[in-house]
């Protein structure tokens, strides 16, 4: 059997076809549109709909997939009646006017409900569909289900309308993990009506024929990508561990961290598992803070250019995105000004150093894994393991995590297995000064925000 993985990301989209040893077969990428609507900034669905339906055409036709499979970054819902949207998808990184956020925010749940912090912007989804409400009732009042984004996308190529918990259940203000239950918000604003009948993370929920030859492709329900990443590592039964998830978002997920070390002010918060189960998390974006830092730095950082910036002094302090541990900040460069592959190194290390701090914050004591972009060459890993060299740290084998969860759980809804890549150790780096560097980067970040310099998170 061969399988299409829709891997859905805020920067990036991508196709993936799998066989059932784990391998990538083939490939396509692009990137989505954001455009306007009235006075939202929504997706361009239509373009990437013709994107991804050409790929799974030619997928079908080169590789004979059985199976269409959907990964969906997190913060983004749609509204649909019977066979379209009723109002184009928003955007999660734009903010409500001042006016309508005062009176929706007050509508919000309280973290010990939801365990969903207050953000800005629709980082909680739920707070985005208040505002859409609230301007645009017409599109709530014709949709007959609230979708979330890899629902949307299922439902869109084929499936039926459904719910998934790993999506729901990701800081949208909508899920009460204590409960395991939709939230107040959900029945104080008459939505839950609205809600499909929930469905497993892979399962499948229809099926269409794409191709040349009209071959029949099952459809099967969508996963939210970290969650998807963690169940591509948990299902190896790695015993306990940590996976850092890297994106344009780095996600940080313990399951093993209790739910009362939440802070609420640093973006810590509760996911759910595809099986209902709470897992705490730390967030921030990394990957746009990257390109932020190293002005869109696309190539290799070499080793060289990491010391450099290390023996110099060089470093960037939070914040160059919104939400993250330390949203109060406005981010900056201090110590020189470092030539490109400097910058990118910069960068790297300011990843690496937020990444550690995460860790700390999450209680994460055992082993870790990293996958995802950030980690390309395995740098990013290897740093890490150099500023915690108590816990061993694995890093994946492939550097597309989400979309091998998202088609493990396929592959096991259709009682096939499919095989894992095991995680590969991870040397320590062996920067000079690096320690040095961390212990001042924490005392001017942390430092500047509460007087206690870097033990503050330990």
């Not at 077969?25 to 013709?50: I, M, Y």
């Not at 707070?127 to 996308?153: C, D, K």
């Not at 062996?430 to 961390?438: S, V």
Request: hydrophobic letters at 45%.
């Amino acid at each position: 059997m061969k399988l299409a993985v829709l891997d859905f990301g805020k920067t990036n989209s991508k196709l993936f076809v799998f066989d059932e040893d784990g391998r990538i077969l083939g490939e396509r990428r692009t990137k989505p549109v954001w455009t306007h609507a009235g006075n939202f900034s929504v997706l361009d669905q239509a373009a990437l709909h013709d994107w991804a339906l050409a790929a799974v055409d030619e997928a079908v036709d080169s590789h004979g997939v059985e199976g269409l499979m959907v990964s969906g970054h997190g913060c983004t819902f749609a509204l649909v009646d019977d066979t379209a949207l009723t109002h184009p998808i928003l955007d999660y990184e734009q903010e409500p006017p001042a006016e309508v956020a005062a009176r929706i925010d007050r509508r919000i749940p309280d973290f010990s409900e939801t365990f969903s912090p207050r953000l800005p912007l629709g980082f909680n989804y739920g707070r985005h569909m208040l505002w859409l409400n609230e301007v645009e009732p017409g599109a709530f009042a014709s949709a007959t289900s609230i979708l979330g984004y890899p629902q949307y996308w299922s439902w869109r190529f084929g499936g039926r309308a459904v719910s998934e918990v790993s999506y729901l259940g990701c800081h949208s203000h909508l899920w009460a993990p204590r409960r395991r239950d939709f939230s107040s918000l959900v029945d104080a604003e008459g939505w839950r009506v609205r809600m499909p009948a929930f469905g497993r993370a892979g399962a499948v929920i229809g099926e269409r024929n794409f191709g040349k030859a009209g071959r029949p492709v099952a459809i099967h329900n969508g996963v939210h990508d970290s969650n998807a990443a963690l169940h591509a590592y948990r299902r190896q039964q790695l015993g306990s561990l940590t996976v850092v998830s890297t994106g344009t978002w780095v996600v940080v997920l313990n399951p093993d961290c209790p739910l009362d070390a939440l802070d609420r002010d640093r973006d810590m918060l509760v996911n759910i598992d595809v099986d209902g189960g709470p897992v705490p998390t730390i967030r921030f974006m990394g990957g746009r803070e990257f390109a932020v830092i190293s002005a869109g730095w696309q190539g290799a950082i070499s080793p060289a250019s990491i010391q450099r910036v290390i023996d110099a002094g060089i470093m960037a302090l939070p914040s160059f995105a919104p939400g993250g541990p330390m949203p109060g900040r406005v981010g900056e460069v201090i110590g020189g000004a470092p030539d490109s592959e400097g910058r990118a190194a910069v960068a790297l290390l300011y990843v690496a150093l937020m990444v550690d701090l995460s860790l700390d914050l999450i209680h994460s004591k055992d082993t870790v894994i990293v996958d995802g972009g950030l980690n390309a060459g395995g740098l990013l890993a290897s740093l890490l393991a150099q500023l915690r060299p108590g816990q061993p740290f694995l890093q994946g084998a492939t550097l597309e995590g989400s979309a091998t969860g998202a088609a493990a759980l396929a592959f096991e809804s259709a009682g096939r297995g499919m095989a894992a890549e095991t995680p590969e150790p991870v040397d320590a780096a062996h920067f000079a000064g690096l320690a040095g560097y961390r212990d001042r980067w924490r005392d001017l970040a942390i430092g500047a925000e509460n007087g206690k310099g870097r033990t503050a998170a330990r």
